[in-house]
């Protein structure tokens, strides 16, 4: 980057900038970072996407997107990364995602290693806050705001497709999104996450709107009885003969679909378009 991002504030790439967190939390640089951990799959993709990636020096065991990303030294898992390897890499810049909080940041802030943790998990507004936030962080910012903004046109004009008169007698259908099932207890998208607002503006009716957070009784699920139920990919078979299931409409009417959804729509990030143009067509009635 030449550092003339007017977008950012930043004169030169030299020069001290700050950046607002989506928490509220500000983190100020000492010049753009040259040597970056990424403890977030949804990290390296968007940093790879807006023209970071030559930067990124460490990554998680989940960080599978681009492919590239594979022969980049890998630091451990979200959770319990390997705060040693991490010194080894000589980062000038941690970028977490969800889950990365606790312990290893406050082991990596007492190191004094600049950490910034990406996540704004409530609204679909989160997501384009999460991209253009990571642009400004690594010196990108107009190539985030850029990023940002085609994922946000993506989403609206599909939000437009489907607000027209041929659509006025649409009944929005039930919709279930599966996170985790079966003796575990069951967690989804409540209506306070971005997922929960993706599954709601793409037109679909979350059957979890009045859960707080990911988990939900089993009791309100059977008695919700979705017209449509939304796995993750290689999952449809096990869910549907697991039991306590096989008795839900969308089970034994064949409306249990699969989704990328590991990369789509649990990653926040410009993915999460392409598998919202998806929840729209299978909402309303378009899905191949």
């Given at each position: 980057a030449d550092g003339k991002d007017q977008e950012s504030g930043l004169k030169d790439s030299d020069q001290p900038y700050t950046v607002v967190l989506p928490d509220g939390t500000s983190i100020t640089l000492e010049k753009t970072p040259e040597r970056i951990v990424s403890v977030g799959p949804n990290i390296t993709d968007i940093l790879f996407k807006i023209g970071a990636g030559n930067c990124v020096v460490g990554r998680t065991d989940y960080c599978d997107e681009p492919k590239e990303v594979k022969d980049i030294p890998s630091i451990g898992s979200i959770y319990t990364p390997d705060i040693e390897k991490i010194v080894e890499l000589e980062p000038d810049l941690i970028i977490g995602s969800i889950h990365f909080y606790g312990e290893a940041k406050d082991r990596l802030d007492e190191l004094g290693i600049p950490v910034a943790v990406l996540y704004d998990c409530e609204t679909i507004d989160g997501v384009y806050n999460t991209i253009r936030t990571a642009g400004e962080l690594v010196g990108k910012a107009e190539e985030g705001i850029a990023l940002a903004d085609e994922t946000k046109q993506r989403i609206d004009s599909t939000i437009t497709k489907y607000s027209g008169s041929e659509y006025a007698d649409f009944k929005a259908p039930s919709v279930y999104y599966v996170v985790d099932y079966g003796e575990n207890g069951?967690?989804?998208?409540?209506?306070?996450?971005?997922?929960?607002?993706?599954?709601?503006?793409?037109?679909?009716?979350?059957?979890?709107?009045?859960?707080?957070?990911?988990?939900?009784?089993?009791?309100?699920?059977?008695?919700?009885?979705?017209?449509?139920?939304?796995?993750?990919?290689?999952?449809?078979?096990?869910?549907?003969?697991?039991p306590g299931y096989e008795e839900l409409s969308a089970v034994k009417n064949g409306r249990v679909y699969e989704f990328d959804t590991e990369h789509q729509l649990d990653r926040q990030g410009y993915q999460n378009a392409d598998i919202f143009i998806k929840f729209a067509e299978l909402f309303h009635g378009e899905a191949e």
């Open positions: 069951d967690f989804t998208a409540g209506g306070n996450t971005f997922i929960g607002n993706i599954i709601t503006a793409a037109g679909g009716e979350n059957i979890a709107e009045e859960v707080d957070g990911w988990q939900i009784a089993h009791e309100v699920l059977i008695e919700a009885d979705p017209e449509i139920i939304i796995v993750r990919k290689g999952e449809a078979k096990t869910f549907c003969s697991t």
